[in-house]
Nanobody, 120 residues
Framework: QVQLVESGGGLVQAGGSLRLSCAAS????????MGWYRQAPGKQRELVAI???????TYADSVKGRFTISRDNAKNTVYLQMNSLKPEDTAVYYC??????????????WGQGTQVTVSS
């Protein structure tokens, strides 16, 4: 079993910054992709950014140039630095990890979500 614990959400004014963290713990062979998704009220969950184990990153067009995803493999932790925040960034942000389990099977885990609210 793997646990993803998120932190760093909160309330910020437009133009401000927040940094999200997500630490993975438990029994697994390796962590492959780690990333962040978000879900605003009344909308579907959408990809924000992901990073592979070798550091390749992918961003949603809406956050390119404003958000930066990074990863500390030694700590099994992924970060999301969010700058120039806009009210439309308001959502619950979920950490995601694709893990190779101890029985060598891939499995997807989700964090519990952290609220990010950007006021105008």
């Amino acid at each position: 079993q793997v646990q993803l614990v998120e932190s760093g959400g909160g309330l910020v004014q437009a133009g401000g910054s927040l940094r999200l963290s997500c630490a993975a713990s438990g029994n697994f062979f390796s962590i492959n992709n780690m990333g962040w998704y978000r879900q605003a009220p009344g909308k579907q969950r959408e990809l924000v950014a992901i990073t592979t184990s070798d550091g390749t990153t992918t961003y949603a067009d809406s956050v390119k140039g404003r958000f930066t995803i990074s990863r500390d493999n030694a700590k099994n932790t992924v970060y999301l630095q969010m700058n120039s925040l806009k009210p439309e960034d308001t959502a619950v942000y979920y950490c995601n990890a694709v893990v190779t389990t101890i029985i060598m099977r891939p499995y997807v885990y989700w964090g519990q979500g952290t609220q990010v609210t950007v006021s105008s």
